[in-house]
């Protein structure tokens, strides 16, 4: 789509969200800025940011500042399944000028359990009453995989003793839309690995409305953060890959994106961690990183206000926004040619190129590019449009 | 009359999902008190027949929050198994990512979760800021974010808040309840920490990332040593490690301290802080590694609360039971010995006390039979609290140079006696105690990675895992919640069993077959309770042991094989 269309399109958006009528009196957001000390300054320098975060030109920055302030217009309800609370943590890390404080005032976080006051009944009233009052408007992400079916007792939340997949269900039905925070949610995620004995599943599989997954273990805070953004913006679900994932964040492989990439090009790889070549940053793919497998933008936003990676950190990406990666790219610290699972796209070519790039051809610069370029055909995603 | 059943699910601002019951009597005193984990999701199933070098990074998994000890622990549960030390650059790298852990997991439970629990969000609103202002220096002299200009503008923000309708995370809390003691200047000195402290602890999260990668859940660990070789090498990284450490180390002495002791001051009479801890054994291990050979916090063991004598720690002694937990295998075992089939045997219905007082079906467990997915961890018998209470205890007792200043200094500004500290309230305070410790005392850590860097760059010590051969090891240390321990065996080549006894399950286990009461439930019976519509003082006693429930539950090994033949080691692997 054409950036001008897209600009219209938006603006038109805002103009919509405007007219809902307002969670807080229809209070201006930006009067509040204002006396909360945020400067219109931090404030657009953090529109900036989140801007380029969803992969917009600079020229829309007014715009997702605008949306910024229609941001309390949406009720967010936040369910913890099977889960580590990891994701709930990574969104407490969302950066740049008091930008927490920002989303923590100006998104109507209905239900939460990591950060709310209230417990017991009175926790289970405030998330019936979210769903009552806020019926088709409120925005639910839920965190963790979800023992379904038979297994479902493995989870129970509050005092009737609901199964988290009747609650998980419930919240979906009215939901305007649904984003699987982290991988567990995504695709069930770490209990699901095998042999799953609680039968853990994703959240899209005790729905049948669209879920959007937001995947890494956990995602970043900008994912998590952009991705609201992005439904503020939009309106409407975001162009999303074969596996729901929003493309603007999981459009490309962390190898695509990587700062050792030249190395892995130029043939140049850590034997051994602590070795001479670990010193000087080459390529982990021997060591076994699982990053030309991987989509996501770990790469390019890092995690922690930009602080580093893993890969920074001098371990290879362990594939964590993947289906079954516990299952499919382990052991992590071995190149994916070396082990006996079944690689992550069950053999479809590209991979299994980069394998032998990886491992034999060292110096095959050319064929490398190449056998990259690849993967994504392979992806298929559902639509380009938005 | 009957007793009446109070239920309270969820447990809100922990990690996990837990119940608890209680019944109490006409006088709304709880008689009986159960604590229920509500998820079981089977990690150490899962970890089975996998690469050894995967342990830690599955089982990091198990938590979110403690995002670095679970991963520790499995990677150093395999390095005991196969012989492997680490070079000191290694160890001293994991203590550097452990204390931005205990930094940041000690300011976030304080304010953000235990927090709500001191403090009236709405009290706040008639507090005169000039007037708390001048408050936040009775307790130290360098107040952070307590400037009348300040105040004033967390008093408008949260006014427009309240005013708005719109209360977000603080709708429907127990605003109000008479047991909050805090005067409305205090409350608002709070609630700007509050806000503040959501700032530092994005910056202590930052530390950690410095050298993981990312927080939560670091991925720069390996077995035999630590990957971020480039940026201990970085001195540009090293003083981004110092900045950080050094400004989360001033809101932790220039705000938490100030505010315990305010706590301690006001809340001293209050009986859901100050009644006496019904478990008086506790636990602790070695943790903080300093240097070569020098630990922050020790270890053992004191029984009855007497703290003249501090036992030595036998890890032979520790069994696990499940009589009343959703497991078919009863009986005490060893952790290199456990069983454990999942059988659930549901809950029942029952009318209980409602949010208004009045009477609502619900469900209840079956408190006579199993009722949770957390097993009872023992020590010789004896349930046992750890925490950071255990931890600031025994390094007292034991007469520790860096602690001893600091607990005295807490109890003499607080007018506490030593006694005081078996408390709820002690229990919060040893937190920020510890914390204080750490911010005193972790850059000793710093500066002897940086001189060791001088002349060793090693970060990695080389291994083969022998496809033939039989390995076990485990891994023994204090985390923030208290004692941890992973235990591991490898046999071809692959994790044979593995089992994590973690603090949580210490402390939030169910009563045993000899009718033993883990903490949690030992700590509300005997409490009063002002109004169980509202159990406010049971929030504040269970958030004192800083909950980490999906850790608590675990599952050992389901072929039940025999593994007591191996001889567990005593001493943990001493440094270098």
Not at chain 1, 83 to 109: M, N, Q, V
Not at chain 1, 369 to 378: E, G, R, T, V
Not at chain 2, 318 to 342: C, F, M, Q, R, V
């Amino acid at each position: 789509m054409k950036d001008n269309n897209l600009y219209e399109k938006l603006s038109l958006r805002l103009l919509e969200l405007e007219k809902l009528p307002g969670l807080k009196n229809n209070e201006n957001i930006k009067s509040h800025l204002d006396k909360n000390g945020v400067s219109r300054r931090d404030f657009m320098k953090w529109a900036g940011a989140m801007t380029a975060t969803l992969g917009l030109s600079a020229n829309f920055t007014p715009l997702v500042a605008k949306a910024a302030t229609l941001s309390d217009k949406l009720p967010i309800i936040w369910l913890h399944m099977a889960e580590c609370t990891g994701c709930s943590e990574s969104l407490l890390r969302t950066d740049a000028p008091t930008i927490d404080s920002l989303i923590f005032d100006y998104i109507s976080l209905e239900y939460h359990e990591t950060l709310m006051a209230a417990a017991g009944w009175q926790a289970e009233h405030n998330l019936e009453h979210a769903i009552e009052t806020h019926k088709g408007k409120y925005i639910l992400m839920v965190e963790g995989g979800i023992p379904s079916g038979n297994n479902s007792f493995y989870l129970t939340v509050g005092g009737h003793g609901n199964t988290g997949e009747t609650i998980a269900q419930n919240a979906s039905e009215h939901a305007a839309a649904i984003f699987a925070i982290g991988t567990c949610s995504a695709f069930g995620g770490v209990q699901a690995a095998h042999p799953n004995p609680t039968g853990a599943v994703a959240l899209s599989k005790v729905t049948n409305k669209t879920v959007i997954n937001v995947p890494g273990c956990p995602p970043s805070e900008k994912n998590i953060v952009g991705t609201l953004f992005h439904y503020i913006l939009y309106g409407t679900l975001p162009a999303l890959d074969a596996y729901n994932r929003p493309k603007w964040a999981y459009g490309l492989r962390v190898h695509d994106l990587c700062e050792r990439r030249g190395r892995f090009d130029a043939g140049e790889f850590v034997e051994e961690f602590g070795d001479e070549g670990a010193k000087k940053g080459y390529c982990l793919y021997k060591v076994g990183c699982k990053g030309p497998y991987t989509f996501n933008n770990c790469g390019k936003n890092r995690f922690n206000s930009h602080t580093s990676w893993p890969i920074q950190a001098g371990h290879g990406c362990i594939g964590c926004s993947e289906p079954d990666f516990w299952d499919k790219m382990g052991p992590f610290e071995e190149p994916v040619a070396n082990r006996l699972f079944n690689t992550p796209f069950n053999g479809l070519g590209a991979d299994a190129t980069a394998d032998k790039i990886g491992v034999g051809l060292l110096t095959a610069t050319g064929i490398g590019i190449a056998a990259h370029a690849m993967i994504s055909k392979f992806k298929n995603p559902k639509s380009d449009e938005e | 009359m009957a007793n009446k059943r109070v239920v309270i699910d969820p447990i809100t601002r922990i990690e996990g999902h837990l119940r608890i019951e209680v019944e109490v009597d006409d006088n709304n005193v709880i008689q009986k008190a159960y604590s229920t984990a509500t998820l079981w999701r089977g990690l150490e199933t899962i970890v089975k027949n996998r690469d050894p070098r995967d342990a830690g990074f599955l089982m990091q998994r198990i938590c979110g929050v403690c995002t670095f000890s679970h991963y520790r622990a499995g990677i150093e549960a395999v390095e005991d198994a196969l012989g492997i030390i680490p070079p000191l650059n290694a160890k001293l790298t994991r203590t550097l990512m452990n204390q931005a852990l205990f930094m940041h997991d000690h300011v976030v439970h304080f304010y953000h979760l235990h927090g709500l629990d001191w403090v009236d969000v709405v009290s706040a609103l008639d507090a005169n800021p000039a007037k708390a202002s001048k408050e936040a220096f009775k307790y130290t002299d360098l107040p952070i974010a307590t400037g009348e200009d300040e105040l004033k503008a967390v008093k408008t923000r949260v006014k427009e808040f309240v005013q708005r309708g719109q209360l977000g995370p603080f709708a429907n809390a127990y605003w109000g309840h008479k047991t909050y003691r805090f005067t409305p200047e205090q409350n608002l000195i709070l609630l700007s920490h509050y806000l503040k402290a959501l700032e530092v602890q994005r910056d202590l999260a930052k530390l950690m990332a410095l050298f993981g990668g990312k927080q939560p859940h670091p991925q720069s660990l390996t077995v035999g040593g630590v990957t971020c070789v480039m940026d201990l090498l970085d001195p540009s990284r090293m003083g981004e490690y110092l900045t950080l450490f050094k400004k989360g180390a001033e809101f932790i002495e220039r705000a938490y301290s100030a505010d315990v002791l305010m706590a301690a001051d006001v809340y001293k009479d209050e009986a859901s802080v100050t009644s006496k801890a019904a478990v008086m054994n506790f636990m602790s291990h070695q943790s903080m590694q300093l240097g070569r050979n020098e630990h922050l916090f020790d270890a053992g063991i004191i029984l009855n609360g007497d703290l003249t004598q501090v036992h030595e720690v036998n890890e032979d002694l520790i069994t696990e039971e499940a009589t009343h937990a959703w497991y078919s295998d009863n009986e005490p075992l060893h952790p290199y010995d456990g069983k454990t089939n999942p059988n659930y045997t549901g809950m029942k219905a029952m009318k209980t006390v409602g949010a208004n007082g009045e009477m609502v079906d619900s469900k209840v467990i079956d408190e006579k039979g199993k009722y949770t997915w957390i097993k009872s961890p023992r020590y010789d018998g004896k349930a046992m609290e750890v925490g950071p209470l255990s931890s600031i205890l025994i390094s007292y007792a034991k007469g520790n140079k860096r602690i001893v200043p600091l607990v005295d200094a807490f109890l003499k500004k607080s007018g506490l006696p030593l006694e005081a500290l078996f408390s709820t309230l002690g229990r919060t305070a040893a937190r920020m105690i510890q914390a204080q410790a750490i911010a005193k005392h972790g850059l000793e850590t710093f500066n002897n990675l940086i001189e060791n860097l001088k002349v060793d760059q090693e970060t990695y010590s080389s291994y083969k895992i022998d496809q033939d051969k039989e390995y076990k090891g485990r891994f023994i240390g204090d985390v923030p919640r208290g004692m941890l321990s992973h235990w591991i065996r490898i046999k071809n080549g692959v994790v044979e069993n593995y089992q994590a006894v973690v603090p949580s399950t210490w402390n939030a286990g169910p009563v045993d077959a000899n009718g033993v009461y883990g903490p949690y439930e030992a700590n509300l019976v005997g409490l009063k309770v002002q109004d169980i519509s509202q159990p406010l003082e049971i929030i504040r006693v269970i958030h004192s042991f800083d909950p980490c429930i999906a850790c608590a539950v675990h599952v050992m090994d389901t072929k039940g094989n025999d593994l007591g033949t191996y001889k567990v080691e005593h001493s943990f692997r001493k440094v270098c």
